[in-house]
């Protein structure tokens, strides 16, 4: 019977499915860092705060339909909340039709669903609520134990057992627990956060250790190549800033001497900035953590010419 029908509405019901996941990710990207309940809370206005219809809450369609707008305050409805349910739409079509309903579907819709609230929370707020960390870390070791016994195929290079989740999760801790207490010891501060730390524990369970310990060194290497970006535009930002100061020879009244003041302002303002910045680190994990998921095979063979 499911033979008979077409692939297109297997196509339509994985992009709804999607649709509606990107709804969900949208409240805990809004209530997790308000420490929220995520679950049996009714969706709301959060200017508001009037419960939401259902009919003005389906995804992508109410927002157009609204044109943007809360139906009751008419308070703006932020542009992510379409963008995150359409990208996610479009991401579950594509491990649809590459994999259809298989265990490589399972686990990325799973970790699609736990890593883009941390990619934007992060990125946010510069947080990783505990229950995606640690709650990812559990849920990736239960898979595992289904792997572990199930054995099912997998194209994706993830743990392949219990025993591999549980070196993954001791590799993520060594490492990021390592430079935690190194930074701490030295610098007296935090080299990196402890939500860091929880949500390697995370991608070791479900990657495994040979797979974390490639995502952990591709995070690495793309929060270093980005680091070098933000600090340069930055600094253009600050020469910006500099050059208006040109404007202040037009004004009648010690120009010079109201100059200095306002650059002595900004140069100390840099510098504050530039000491007590802190970029999201968990973004550049999840890069990481999606670039080994697809791609460790070739990295091995490329670098290590064999299986770590």
């Not at 010891?185 to 797979?211: N, Q, Y």
């Not at 929060?223 to 930055?234: D, E, N, P, V």
Request: hydrophobic share 50%; charged share 15%; proline share 4%.
């Amino acid at each position: 019977m499911i033979e008979n029908i077409s692939p297109i509405w297997f196509y339509i019901a994985a992009f709804i499915f999607g649709s509606i996941i990107g709804s969900f990710i949208n409240v805990l990207i809004y209530r997790l860092p308000l420490e929220m309940d995520v679950v049996f809370k009714p969706s709301f206005c959060p200017k508001c705060k009037t419960p939401i219809k259902w009919y003005h809450n389906i995804p992508i369609l109410s927002y157009l339909y609204l044109r943007g707008r809360c139906a009751y305050c008419k308070g703006e409805i932020s542009i992510q909340y379409p963008i995150v349910e359409f990208i996610t739409a479009v991401s579950f079509l594509f491990f649809y039709m590459k994999f259809g309903l298989s265990w490589d579907f399972m686990i990325l819709v799973l970790l699609y669903t736990i890593s883009l609230p941390i990619l934007v929370i992060d990125y946010k707020y510069r947080i990783i609520p505990d229950e995606l960390s640690i709650g990812g870390a559990i849920l990736g070791l239960i898979v595992s134990i289904f792997y572990t016994f199930k054995m099912p195929e997998s194209n994706l290079f993830i743990s392949n057992g219990l025993v591999d989740s549980f070196l993954g999760i001791v590799v993520g801790i060594m490492i990021f627990g390592g430079i935690y207490v190194v930074s701490f010891i030295v610098f007296r501060k935090e080299g990196i956060g402890l939500g860091d730390l929880k949500f390697a524990c995370t991608i070791g369970a479900f990657l495994g250790l040979s797979s974390s310990v490639i995502a952990f060194f591709l995070s690495f290497i793309y929060g270093s190549l980005f680091g070098l970006i933000i600090m340069a535009i930055k600094r253009i930002k600050t020469r910006k800033k500099l050059k208006l100061l040109s404007s202040l020879n037009n004004l009648n009244f010690s120009s010079d001497y109201l100059s200095s003041i306002v650059r002595a302002y900004i140069y100390i303002n840099e510098i504050d900035e530039l000491k007590s910045s802190y970029i999201a680190f968990g973004p550049y994990m999840v890069l990481g953590m999606w670039t080994s998921m697809f791609l460790s095979g070739f990295i091995i063979e490329a670098f290590v010419g064999g299986e770590l």
